[in-house]
């Protein structure tokens, strides 16, 4: 359950980043068309974000440590491309239009994620 509450919320939080952020665009035919890219872009923003997100941190450790963890925010950026990428290759309506709305756009799904969990109640994360 806890994983398709946080799948709904990545969904709502990228919808509100291409609201917010320039060019970073749905440019599907319909409304129906562009719930469906948001859904199907959260979950693989959300696969890409649990599979490699870890390993970078293994690996860049060291720049982590020398940034003070700014290098995050590059790391997120270029994530969120490679969701880009893997969606276009899916030949799903969204693109994120360069580096810098990737980096801007991360941010924003970082804070607005952030900000509807804290809305959400605790008793959904399945504490055991």
């Excluded at 609201?19 to 948001?38: E, Q, Y």
């Excluded at 969120?80 to 810098?100: K, N, S």
């Excluded at 994620?113 to 055991?128: F, M, Q, R, Y």
Aim: aromatic fraction near 14%; include cysteine.
């Amino acid at each position: 359950m806890g994983f398709l509450i946080r799948w709904a919320i990545n969904a709502v939080a990228l919808w509100i980043t291409t609201l917010v952020v320039p060019d970073i665009n749905l440019t599907g035919s319909t409304s129906g068309r562009n719930a469906l890219t948001l859904i199907i872009v959260a979950l693989i923003f959300g696969l890409v974000n649990a599979v490699l997100k870890p390993i970078i941190h293994v690996v860049g450790c060291v720049f982590y440590i020398l940034t003070l963890g700014l290098f995050a925010l590059v790391v997120n950026a270029l994530l969120f491309l490679f969701t880009d990428w893997i969606a276009g290759v899916l030949d799903l309506p969204f693109e994120i239009d360069g580096f810098w709305p990737a980096f801007w756009g991360a941010i924003v799904m970082a804070v607005v994620s952030w900000l509807i969990s804290l809305v959400i109640p605790d008793s959904w994360e399945g504490k055991a």
